[in-house]
């Protein structure tokens, strides 16, 4: 009897197919409401502005920008720092000071600036007012900046 041949195993089975997930379908992004949108702090944007226009060489609309961040914000910090910038446009624009530096003592009596706002205020006093000023100065700012030119000015 003629052998048979053995049959051949038989494959194993192979796995499954794997199943892939559906990626999720593409939404754009959505924009959160508009209460929940950050605002730039307005008198940041004032001071970007204003800086902007500084540097482009329009000194006259940089200092308008200032000015209005010490109108809408006055005695704070935004205020006091425009203040400083507007001193330096004030001399830029070869303008006279002093009406801004009193406006800025007045708000700011201790404020950094104060010290060198109080001398140039007291520069420009007529004679007969210099002396005053100046230990009014030395009242205020006993060890100030311009303490020697004060104490050679007053009584």
């Known amino acids: 009897k003629?052998?048979?041949?053995?049959?051949?195993?038989?494959?194993?089975?192979?796995?499954?197919?794997?199943?892939?997930?559906?990626?999720?379908?593409?939404?754009?992004?959505?924009?959160?409401?508009?209460?929940?949108?950050?605002?730039?702090?307005?008198?940041?944007?004032?001071?970007r502005e204003a800086q902007a226009r500084w540097q482009s060489g329009d000194l006259r609309g940089a200092a308008d920008k200032f000015a209005e961040i010490v109108r809408r914000a006055p005695s704070t910090r935004a205020a006091e720092t425009a203040y400083g910038d507007l001193f330096a446009l004030e001399h830029q624009l070869g303008g006279e000071p002093v009406a801004l530096w009193r406006a800025y003592l007045r708000q700011f009596p201790r404020g950094r600036y104060a010290d060198d706002a109080s001398a140039g205020v007291c520069r420009r006093e007529p004679a007969d007012e210099r002396a005053r000023c100046w230990?009014?100065?030395?009242?205020?700012?006993?060890?100030?900046?311009?303490?020697?030119?004060?104490?050679?000015?007053?009584p």
């Open 2 to 47: 003629a052998s048979q041949p053995e049959p051949e195993p038989e494959p194993a089975p192979s796995p499954p197919p794997r199943v892939r997930k559906p990626a999720p379908p593409a939404t754009p992004p959505v924009d959160p409401p508009a209460s929940e949108t950050p605002r730039e702090d307005p008198l940041a944007a004032l001071d």
């Open 135 to 154: 230990t009014d100065y030395l009242a205020a700012h006993p060890d100030g900046a311009h303490r020697r030119e004060a104490e050679q000015a007053a």
